[in-house]
């Protein structure tokens, strides 16, 4: 276990002045290695506030460049990065922010071997991605691996975040996306108001804080959404289905 150095401790005294924080909390952050897969708008936002908070190690993954449409809300790139590799942009970005980080980077999209890879030796893995089948591939894994994951989405003016532990009362994503459905569209199509991205994608990097600092409550079998508009946040309860393929054991 990494022990926290005296520059350090200065560097995150803002944290670890926080009740439940202190040394041990910021101790717990700098020796978790968490997997962001996904480096558009919500894993800008959410790998920026990792790695300034300072979660030791960060793994990221997406195969894509980055495109002049990126730009609105993508905030770790900015023009000098157009066509590059988006982690390979991140890196340079994130790498500057904190020297002391540890940082992976996949210039591939996810698939089930690498996930199931990344999961066997992380702590847990943040779904930045606006894609289905990628997070079919990271629920089968995370149930596989029995690791946490947080999902989140922005599109339109609202947003949802959602945390899946391995616990045995705890829904997974294949129950979420039998009783809500989920489209494969996504704010190509839709449009995105841009602060939306911002605010889930730190949303999604509270939780993995307080995921691995064992803080405050962990909204299991809850969806919280944000509708932008009327500035309002909900809380939605998503139920453990009897019937669902992906945690349920066939009989
Ligand atoms: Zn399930």
């Known amino acids: 276990m990494q022990q926290l150095s005296e520059s350090q401790a200065m560097r995150y005294a803002r944290q ?3 009740p439940g924080m202190d040394l ?3 101790e717990k952050l700098l020796n978790a290695h968490v997997v962001i897969v996904g480096m558009g708008g919500l894993g800008c936002s959410c ?3 990792l790695a300034a908070a300072g979660v030791g190690h960060l793994s990221l993954v997406d195969g894509d460049t980055v495109s002049r449409s990126n730009l609105s809300r993508q905030v770790l790139f900015n023009q000098a990065h157009l ?3 988006k982690v390979c942009a991140a890196q340079t970005l994130l790498r500057a922010l904190n020297p002391d980080l540890r940082l992976d980077v996949y210039d591939q999209f996810a698939n089930e071997a690498l996930l199931a890879e990344l999961l066997g030796q992380a702590d847990l893995l943040v779904d930045c991605t606006d894609n289905r089948a990628v997070r079919e591939q990271i629920n089968r894994t995370a149930l596989a691996a029995n690791k946490p994951w947080v999902s989140g989405g922005a599109i339109r003016m609202e947003g949802q975040v959602m945390s899946f532990v391995p616990a045995a009362n705890a829904p997974c994503y294949g129950c979420y ?8 569209s996504g704010c190509a199509e839709n449009g995105v108001l841009t602060p939306l991205v911002g605010i889930i994608g730190s949303m999604q990097a509270l939780e993995v804080i307080k995921l691995i600092c064992g803080l405050g409550t962990i909204h299991i079998g809850k969806i919280q959404h944000i509708d932008g508009l009327a500035g309002q946040w909900r809380e939605l309860t998503l139920p453990k289905l009897a019937n669902c393929k992906a945690c349920q054991p066939v009989l």
């Not at 996306?177 to 494969?184: K, M, P, W």
């Open 16 to 18: 670890v002045a926080l």
């Open 24 to 26: 041990d909390g910021q």
């Open 47 to 49: 790998a920026q506030m």
């Open 83 to 85: 066509e590059q590799l």
């Open 177 to 184: 996306s039998q009783l809500f459905g989920d489209t494969e």
